[in-house]
Antibody, heavy 122, light 108 residues
Framework: EVQLVESGGGLVQPGGSLRLSCATS????????MSWVRQAPGKGPQWVSF?????????FYADPVKGRFTISRDNSKNTVYLQMKSLRAEDTAVYYC??????????????WGQGTLVTVSS | DIQMTQFPSSLSAVVGDRVTITCQAS??????LNWYQQKPGKAPKLLIY???KLETGVPSRFSGSGSGTKFSFTISNLQPEDIATYYC??????????FGPGTKVDLK
């Protein structure tokens, strides 16, 4: 059974940092592109970032987070990370990690984690 | 960036109704279009991929069609468990990957 479990969310002050983790199991992790998608309260999903199958990338980011967020993965631990810096109130959201449906990078998310809430507030 | 619009933004229907949602892309995205269902407090669930392919395990009352810039999603026989918000998502010419604003479906 495919499982994705996010952790690391919480309350952080504006300008602060957080590192999210997504531990996975049930599939051959290093064969799949992995993504982070967030959802602000009452809003639709917003793609944040994705990382290619190898540990070094490629990596891509949505414009609102470019230069502040860094995605990475550890294929030995079947885990993908999202390092978030210089956090702003508008980054407040539930953050999901998501797995591609196919192993050639189709950006179609067939499995999602349960989400972790990030709240940026003073 | 490719912008996605959806309409209606919400609708009310009765059990057994045929419900159709439309999604429009700001430029040609071929068939690179997915549909998700989201219930409150839960992650989105993939229903339709590549515009018209039914994800494994998804009931056949769900269907999708379209290509280019105009797409539709249909629930042929609305069931109480289909009450949710539905989102389209494009993945052509990325990044970015973009989602539509959603259509909330509830019971009349």
């Amino acid at each position: 059974e495919v499982q994705l479990v996010e952790s690391g969310g919480g309350l952080v002050q504006p300008g602060g940092s957080l590192r999210l983790s997504c531990a996975t199991s049930g599939f051959t992790f290093n064969n799949y592109v992995m993504s982070w998608v967030r959802q602000a309260p009452g809003k639709g999903p917003q793609w944040v970032s994705f990382i290619g199958r190898s540990g070094g990338g490629p990596t891509f980011y949505a414009d609102p987070v470019k230069g502040r967020f860094t995605i990475s993965r550890d294929n030995s631990k079947n885990t993908v990370y999202l390092q978030m810096k210089s956090l702003r109130a508008e980054d407040t959201a539930v953050y999901y990690c998501a797995k591609d449906r196919d192993d050639f990078g189709d950006y179609t998310y067939d499995h999602w984690g349960q989400g972790t809430l990030v709240t940026v507030s003073s | 960036d490719i912008q996605m619009t959806q309409f209606p933004s919400s609708l009310s229907a009765v059990v057994g109704d045929r419900v159709t949602i439309t999604c429009q892309a700001s430029q040609d995205i071929s068939n690179y279009l997915n549909w998700y269902q989201q219930k409150p407090g839960k992650a989105p669930k993939l229903l339709i991929y590549d515009a018209s392919k039914l994800e494994t395990g998804v009931p056949s009352r769900f269907s999708g069609s379209g290509s280019g810039t105009k797409f539709s999603f249909t629930i042929s026989n609305l069931q109480p468990e289909d009450i949710a918000t539905y989102y389209c998502q494009q993945y052509d010419n990325l990044p970015p990957i973009t989602f539509g604003p959603g259509t909330k479906v509830d019971l009349k």
